[in-house]
Antibody, heavy 118, light 110 residues
Framework: EVQLVESGGGLVQPGGSLRLSCAAS????????MNWVRQAPGRGLEWLSV????????YYGDSVKGRFTISRDNAKNSLYLQMNSLRAEDTAVYYC???????????WGQGTLVTVSP | QSALTQPPSASGSPGQSVTISCTGT?????????VSWYQQYPGKAPKLMIY???KRPSGVPDRFSGSKSGNTASLTVSGLQAEDEADYHC??????????FGGGTKLTVL
């Protein structure tokens, strides 16, 4: 089955760190660019970051640049997001997402909830 | 860059057509044919419905169609069905390897 499964979310204090993981299966992970997208409670989607298949190209949205780091391990079919200096406004469901055609995002995980609170 | 602008809500009766707008600028929607639309049920992950303005992924009913005029993209759902009640999000490439989303529109089938 083609799927993405996120893990690593939870409750963290402001200023803290968290590492999210995403396990991919059912497709050739090493051939796909991968993303993280988040959705704050009751809000719209926000694109965070993309990484190319060989990790040579990495881009971030302005809201997380310098605080979050995307990485991948093709041997383990896994995607990661290291989140540092977390703020209350980072509270959201974080989705692992596969690149599709024309800057679309064609496969989404079920999401993992990150809550930043004292 | 600001998020794309969508109406918070839209509605229609079964069998009718409804159109949801997504307004950007000439730096994103107006400059690139890279607009996508996603359907999201409560508590579930988004699902790609339209990409590159007008294209439908395999398995998406042809009741869903996309278009664009200037800085505004639109998603039209024809022959509304109860199962179409969901949130719909648009996205657009915004240059410089940046992707913008809209705030989402809640579609209600009356």
């Amino acid at each position: 089955e083609v799927q993405l499964v996120e893990s690593g979310g939870g409750l963290v204090q402001p200023g803290g760190s968290l590492r999210l993981s995403c396990a991919a299966s059912g497709f050739t992970f090493s051939g796909c660019s991968m993303n993280w997208v988040r959705q704050a409670p009751g809000r719209g989607l926000e694109w965070l970051s993309v990484i190319s298949p060989d990790s040579n190209y990495i881009y971030y949205g302005d809201s997380v640049k310098g605080r979050f780091t995307i990485s991948r391990d093709n041997a383990k079919n896994s995607l990661y997001l290291q989140m540092n200096s977390l703020r209350a406004e980072d509270t959201a469901v974080y989705y692992c997402v596969r690149d599709g055609s024309g800057w679309s995002r064609d496969l989404w995980g079920q999401g993992t909830l990150v809550t930043v609170s004292p | 860059q600001s998020a794309l602008t969508q109406p918070p809500s839209a509605s229609g009766s079964p069998g009718q057509s409804v159109t949801i707008s997504c307004t950007g600028t000439n730096s994103d929607v107006g400059s690139y044919n890279y607009v996508s639309w996603y359907q999201q049920y409560p508590g579930k992950a988004p699902k790609l419905m339209i990409y590159e303005v007008t294209k439908r992924p395999s398995g998406v009913p042809d009741r869903f169609s996309g278009s664009k005029s200037g800085n505004t993209a639109s998603l039209t759902v024809s022959g509304l069905q109860a199962e179409d009640e969901a949130d719909y999000h648009c996205s657009s490439y915004a240059g410089n390897n940046n992707l913008l989303f809209g705030g989402g529109t809640k579609l209600t089938v009356l």
